[in-house]
């Protein structure tokens, strides 16, 4: 009953301290089609890593985050903002505490939007699935336009966009990839239908294994089938560091006679990614821009 008055009380308090900013109402797209928000938010909490990078990208201050984001670059917003749960529990009081006038979540709390709309409007910004890029760059406009920052968020897109055909045509022509995520001693491969699959389709990246299944963690696989592939070039994520478990590093794990004897590892060209980057915050316009920037230095300095 006590947690029912609080949430009753904070929504209240939310409709009144937005009152006077919400002469207008605004249509913003998001990952369950098109929502109707009562004007420009005052006071946004944010449940999704990939939704925190892409409005501090825009800078827009964040008065919410869960209380662990993981990526580094995120670090200032997470010192600065009140920690209101995780990526999947929110904690309801002290979000109601905050008075919103915005939730916005995604991904791992994405389940919770119905709940967090007892406290303030909540939208579910999720990406996910095929045309990660398209869905990624919408998220980045629907940001743009909520908060009234569309002219930074064409800026940001145009310069992505940029560095996105070079790192195109930096990787163009010169062999075939494999996605693996390393956690511990086990190995799972990722396909261009993944998340993390748009490194192939929008790069134009030859997969070196093309019927790789489109499972959420990746199709788990032996270091046999990595030496039958033989990629040109592996790209490595280590969930375990995502995380911050200190479970054997990805480098570890993949050192060993079959990987060996690849020609991807042969001629050193290995790219490691910042895991948490593309893990926990993919779909951020920074978490991607890092990721374009890692692959051309891993590309600039291969074989």
């Known amino acids: 009953m006590a947690h029912r008055k609080i949430l009753q009380l904070a929504a209240s308090i939310a409709v009144a301290l937005a009152g006077a900013a919400q002469a207008q109402s605004i249509a913003v797209d998001t990952a369950r089609g098109a929502v109707e928000l009562p004007g420009i938010p005052q006071k946004i909490v944010v449940l999704d890593a990939a939704a925190a990078d892409t409005l501090e ?10 209380s662990k984001l993981y990526v580094s670059y995120l670090q200032d917003l997470q010192d600065r903002a009140v920690p209101v749960g995780t990526l999947f529990e929110p904690d309801f009081e002290a979000i109601a505490m905050l008075a919103p006038d915005l939730i916005v979540a995604g991904g791992r709390s994405s389940v919770q939007v119905e709940a967090l709309a007892g406290i303030a409007p909540a939208i579910d910004m999720t990406i996910w699935g095929e045309d990660h890029i398209a869905q990624s760059l919408a998220r980045l406009r629907s940001y743009g336009h909520l908060t009234g920052q569309e002219a930074r968020a064409a800026d940001l897109e145009a310069a992505f966009t940029a560095k996105l055909e070079h790192t195109r045509a930096a990787v163009g022509g010169r062999g075939n990839a494999m996605i693996l995520m390393t956690n511990g001693p086990k190995v799972s491969v990722y396909g261009a239908g993944s998340r993390f699959g ?5 790069l134009d990246l030859p997969e070196a294994v093309e019927s790789v299944a489109a499972q959420t963690h990746g199709e788990a696989v032996s270091f046999e089938f990595i030496a039958a592939a033989n990629p040109d070039w592996l790209i490595v994520i280590d ?10 590093a990805a480098a570890v794990t993949l050192d060993n006679a079959l990987v060996a004897g690849t020609t991807a590892w042969r001629r050193q060209q290995v790219v490691y990614l910042n895991a948490a980057n593309v893990y926990i915050a993919g779909g951020g316009i920074q978490s991607m821009t890092a990721a374009l920037e890692e692959v051309l230095a891993g590309f600039a300095t291969g074989g």
């Open 57 to 66: 990208a825009l800078q827009v201050p964040i008065a919410g985050v869960p």
């Open 198 to 202: 748009w490194l192939h389709t929008a």
């Open 239 to 248: 969930r375990a560091a995502a995380i911050g478990q200190g479970n054997q």
